[in-house]
């Protein structure tokens, strides 16, 4: 990669306050009204779990219970029931019940009245949504970033209240998942405290004892002993269970049924994620969820990560969920909202990034070998936490934006396409495709250098006819070089020139290889020239143009063509080509040939969010052998893969790079 550019998870490192805020605030905002709400709020710290400690700047201590010391709840509550300053006491009588010896199901029912469940306030102060987070999003509506939508909720998902240090307002999400003693419960590792109240499909109009599917008091947790800090490692063990009490002999399985618990199949998903955020941002106090969204990978960590708005403080420990049953009250889950930075950066609260980025820890061994403890009421020491392998990551944004040429092909001889980019500073990168559309790896084909700094364009081709990709380069004198099977002889050598330096070739604007005419190899070469004529050269080889085609005459509306490329989009075998405009139109032209320019099949009108589109190329990516995925690099760096795009539609979106 270009030199000096910083990683994503560096990006994320310079926030170093998380999303939960302080349980003193929250406590505040319960005990002294709304109104002193800012006052005693401190905006965006967190506690260790529900407690009123801040995290130390490198990650805190240590303070997870070793196996000989199981975590319950505390006999004892810590709240005083009193308010300070202007504040009243909310019920006196139910704070007592709160720090009674036997915390019970009857002292919870009449503790958790509806102004009591109703009470949670941001800890920034806010007790309204900010706007702007369902405004229209950036460039461009992206399938891997999207907004989430209140919904009536499921049974099988709630929300956690507790008491401990004084917080008395629902704080994280829960899900019910199978187990022997049907009574376990799913969540995030720092969403842990005393006298916790698990709430299924929590309804805020009603209080504790008229809840449509009751309140369940947390008996026991369960936490990794490694789990010890959110900027550690070990925030890949960002999860817990608890194991509830039975009420009136009913355990909550037996009351709204449990999810499965599934191994994380990988870094790539699609889930559906469910939580509740708190009042501030979510004054409906409605269930919350970002449907059928991507995952991609958190580097450096063991985790994954989505991009989806609204998805404020409140919804760590929340299920992800791969698939949902029928009833859509249950599904197999494959992550919980935690991980790093407890489940998301936290930053101002007119930051994009606030409600949009949030994080799940895999669920691997470590993860199920606390599922079986869980189960069986066991608080077992597994050892030390080895990370595994870390995810391969392609980088961020603020790296892509330095992509300035690509070129897509198949270059290693492996039946389907790979990337080659031209960066900024000269450095030329081959990525290698699994044949899904992933990226696995990165090869440094040349270090940043002078030379490539020259090259205006690039495409690649199969000229030579080996079954391995060449790559055609014009550079800035006019000269045109072909460089054969790229993958196997690199680019430290000086290729086959096809024209020396020469006035005419500086005007060819852009490239791009196809098979128009061919019916084997990829041996042609369409041009646009800085005058808007558009020519098709076939049968090109090493040193050689071949034929020329003149398919459009000098014009000034070819002169607003922007990017061109080429693919099998209409599936007849031979390739159309793909303009760009200048005023963000996208078309395709289909049947394009020796005679003339195909017909017109428009892909996006006239729009401001394909202006943005900065550098395109089509590859065969995801194994089906047809060239018909298109990749875009986006003004912000972000870079994304159309797969399967038709002759007049886009493809389903695949997030490659995450936005700057």
Not at 88 to 95: K, R, S, V, W
Not at 190 to 206: E, Q
Not at 492 to 512: F, L
Not at 615 to 638: A, I, N, P
Request: overall charge negative; some cysteine.
């Amino acid at each position: 990669m270009p030199s000096g550019v910083s990683d994503l998870e560096q990006m994320y490192l310079r926030y170093s306050r998380i999303r939960l805020g302080t349980a003193a605030a929250l406590c505040a905002a319960l005990l002294l009204g709304n109104a002193a709400v800012a006052q005693a709020a401190t905006p965006a710290q967190a506690p260790t779990g529900p407690s009123t400690a801040e995290p130390a700047p490198t990650g805190g201590t240590d303070n997870v219970p070793r196996p000989s010391t199981p975590i319950t709840p505390s006999p004892t509550g810590t709240g005083t029931g009193t308010g300070t300053g202007t504040g009243t006491n909310i019920n006196a009588d139910a704070d007592a019940d709160a720090d009674a010896d036997n915390w019970t199901v009857q002292n919870a029912l009449r503790f958790w009245t509806p102004r009591r469940m109703a009470s949670a306030t941001d800890p920034s102060g806010r007790i309204a949504r900010p706007p702007g987070w369902t405004a229209p999003r950036g460039k461009r509506a992206v399938a891997a970033r999207i907004d989430g939508e209140h919904f009536d909720g499921v049974k099988s998902v709630g929300v956690l209240f507790n008491t401990d240090k004084g917080m008395k307002a629902h704080y994280c999400t829960a899900s019910v998942v199978r187990s022997k003693g049907r009574n376990l419960i799913l969540t995030a590792g720092h969403c842990v405290g005393d006298k916790a109240v698990f709430v299924p499909k929590y309804d805020h109009t009603k209080s504790g004892a008229d809840q449509p599917y009751g309140m369940w008091l947390v008996q026991e947790w369960f936490r990794d002993a490694r789990y010890a800090s959110d900027k550690s490692p070990e925030s890949d063990l960002d999860f817990a269970f608890g194991s509830l009490k039975a009420d009136n002999g009913r355990e909550v399985q037996d009351v709204v049924g449990a999810n499965t618990l599934v191994r994380t199949p990988g870094f790539v998903n699609k889930v559906t994620v469910i939580g509740y955020p708190m009042i501030g941002h979510n004054p409906q106090d409605r269930a919350f969820r970002c449907p059928d969204v991507s995952t991609a990978p958190l580097p450096a960590y063991y985790q994954m990560q989505i991009d989806c708005g609204g998805m404020w403080g409140g919804v760590s420990g929340g299920p992800w969920f791969s698939s949902l049953d029928p009833s859509g009250d249950t599904g197999q889950i494959i992550g919980n909202v935690g991980g790093f930075l407890k489940g998301g950066p936290d930053v101002p609260a007119d930051n994009p990034l606030y409600n949009r980025i949030t994080y799940s820890p895999l669920h691997g061994d470590r993860f199920f070998q606390l599922y079986d403890d869980a189960q069986n009421g066991l608080h077992t020491d597994h050892g030390a936490y080895h990370q595994p392998p870390l995810p391969y990551s392609m980088g961020n944004g603020e790296t892509w934006k330095h992509a300035r040429l690509m070129a897509a092909g198949d270059f290693n001889g492996a039946g389907h396409s790979d990337l080659i980019v031209v960066w900024t500073d000269g450095e030329v990168t081959l990525y290698t495709d699994d044949a899904h559309g992933r990226f696995v790896s990165e090869r440094r084909l040349l270090a940043p250098n002078s030379t490539w700094t020259h090259a205006e364009t690039i495409t690649a081709g199969d000229f030579t006819g080996s079954n391995q990709f060449d790559l055609m380069v014009r550079w800035s004198d006019g000269e045109v070089t072909l460089y054969g099977d790229v993958g196997a002889k690199g680019l430290d050598w000086t290729g086959t020139r096809m024209t020396g330096p020469n006035p005419t070739w500086q005007h060819a604007t852009q490239i791009a290889a196809g098979r128009f005419n061919a019916s084997t190899y990829v041996t042609d070469l369409m041009v646009r020239w800085s005058d808007g004529e558009l020519t098709l050269y076939t049968n090109v080889s090493a040193g050689s143009f071949g034929q020329e085609h003149k398919l459009k005459d000098p014009n000034s509306t070819w002169q607003n063509a922007t990017l061109l490329t080429s693919g099998e989009f209409s599936g007849n075998q031979k390739w159309d080509l793909m303009v760009q405009w200048k005023d963000g139109e996208l078309d395709n032209y289909v049947g394009t040939s020796v005679s003339a320019l195909g017909t017109e099949a428009r892909i996006q009108n006239p729009n401001g969010l394909w202006t943005h589109n900065t550098v395109m190329t089509t590859g065969s990516f995801t194994g089906d052998h047809r060239t018909d995925d298109l990749v875009v690099r986006w003004s912000d760096g972000e870079t994304t893969m159309y797969t399967d795009t038709g002759m007049d539609h886009l493809g389903t979106e695949e997030n490659l790079v995450p936005h700057a």
